[in-house]
């Protein structure tokens, strides 16, 4: 896995995003964020429906589709899809590989794995190979 450009993440979203995956240290969270102009800003959890949500996560259908027509509607576009490792690192799983359907978007890996210290990684992925962007935080 080579790196890519840098990506900045308001840190008002990344303490979210992170928020939410400590809400539920044994289960995988998920769910989407929007961008407008290129800078991410809104966080849409969607439910897992995974049928073992310890180790994967699957976005609820139905909740997919409503975030998307919300971005739509703000005038957001899909900035990353988002999920946690509750007891695995920040990097793609086999799993994560596979299922990933959406080239152009950020995977962003949290990983509750390590102690007292939450760790965010961002990955492109396309035909099942990772490659990771560097994140940087945005005072905003």
């Known amino acids: 896995m080579t790196q890519t450009t840098e990506t900045q993440i308001p840190r008002k979203l990344t303490n979210q ?3 939410l995956a400590q809400l539920s240290p044994d289960l995988e969270v998920c769910g989407l964020v929007g961008s407008k102009n290129g800078i991410p800003r809104t966080c ?3 439910t897992n429906t995974a049928e073992h949500p310890q180790q994967r996560f699957l976005l609820d259908a139905k909740q997919q589709i409503t975030a998307m027509a919300d971005m739509r509607n703000q005038g ?3 900035f990353a899809i988002y999920h946690s ?3 695995a690192p920040a990097q793609p799983s086999i799993y994560d590989l596979e299922a990933a359907a959406y080239p152009d978007a950020l995977y962003l ?3 509750l794995n390590i102690k ?3 760790e965010m990684r961002g990955f ?7 490659q990771e962007v560097a994140l940087s ?3 905003k």
Do not use: T
């Open 17 to 19: 995003l992170l928020h």
């Open 44 to 46: 849409y959890p969607i």
């Open 76 to 78: 957001e576009e899909l």
């Open 85 to 87: 490792h509750p007891k």
């Open 109 to 111: 890996i949290i990983s």
């Open 116 to 118: 007292g210290v939450l």
């Open 124 to 130: 492109k992925i396309n035909q099942q190979k990772a």
């Open 137 to 139: 935080l945005l005072e």
